[in-house]
């Protein structure tokens, strides 16, 4: 059964193979990052854990499980046109939906859906591009509804179990993206590993999100809401 | 016992995203919005009003 042949790949010699390790080096580099800075500068400012400290945490996980994906396709390079399309839909709109998000809890709806849109777009273009313009257009139409979409749903939600919400939210999520490892699995055991590479790509987008994140959190423009 | 490189990273991860689950959770009590004037838990009440297509605190 191909399920159990891709938990029994998670242990073997092919990308996928590699997608726990690569988990563990985002963590890693995120909270690096997230820790350093907390102790050189944000420990000084007010209310910081309380208030951002539990967005940022989920949105360092939201990467960690964004960048193995991006991996395993930059791994294949090229896809079937549906695949390819999949691809693109799912890495826009669940990368812009979830930066869009933790952006909007904190800083408002207008920042919040700038950011999940710019991060959406770029993920969703570049993955999709795995298969051609189909893929990339379907990555922009994903990012600007994912992120749009992600920083209504938090500012529509600060009265309302918001931080319920986020973990629920976080969870489907990261179901609908190991769902996704198992796509490219099955659509890809077939064939041959198009590039090998080290773990720089990892650390470089985890670096970028993350510095982007919290940056854009505690320095960022916010809306009247949040004063 | 031969542990498998993989399990081991797992194993890992999930560590380091418990301890500093606990930290973020520990510490983080506080209110989401800082203009609540009540509420308790989840839920928070912001007093608000339209003025001119603009929202008054």
Redesign the interface.
């Known amino acids: 059964m191909s399920i159990k042949e891709f938990t029994k790949e998670l242990n073997g010699n092919r990308v996928e193979g590699e997608l726990i390790k690569t988990i563990l080096y985002s963590l890693v580099t995120s909270f690096l990052i997230l820790g350093i800075l907390y102790y050189f500068n944000f420990r000084n400012v007010a209310d910081f854990m309380s208030k951002y400290g539990f967005f940022l945490f989920f949105a360092v996980l939201s990467y960690a499980l964004i960048v193995p994906t991006i991996r395993q396709i930059r791994a294949y390079q090229n896809m079937a046109c549906m695949s390819g399309m999949m691809v693109g839909m799912t890495i826009g709109m669940i990368s812009g939906f979830l930066a869009g998000y933790f952006l909007g809890a904190t800083n408002g709806m207008f920042i919040g859906g700038v950011f999940g849109m710019f991060v959406g777009i770029v993920l969703g273009v570049w993955t999709g591009s795995c298969c051609g313009v189909m893929g990339s257009m379907e990555g922009i139409m994903a990012g600007l509804m994912g992120g749009w979409m992600g920083a209504m749903t938090s500012v529509m939600l600060l009265n309302d179990h918001l931080k319920l919400a986020t973990g629920l939210i976080f969870i489907v999520s990261a179901l609908i993206l190991v769902s996704l490892n198992y796509m490219i699995y099955i659509e890809t055991k077939e064939t041959e590993r198009q590039r090998r590479e080290d773990h720089f790509m990892t650390i470089l987008i985890s670096f970028i999100l993350t510095t982007l994140t919290i940056w854009l959190i505690v320095y960022g423009p916010r809306s009247a809401l949040f004063g | 016992m031969k542990i498998?490189?993989?399990?081991l990273?797992?194993v890992?991860?999930l560590l380091?995203?418990f301890g500093?689950?606990f930290f973020?959770?520990a510490?983080?009590?506080?209110?989401?919005?800082?203009?609540v004037i009540s509420?308790s838990g989840?839920?928070?009440?912001?007093k608000l009003h339209v003025e001119g297509g603009?929202?008054i605190?």
């Open positions: 498998k490189k993989n399990t990273f797992g890992i991860a380091i995203v500093i689950g973020v959770f510490e983080g009590k506080g209110e989401i919005n800082g203009k509420g989840n839920v928070q009440i912001v603009q929202y605190f």
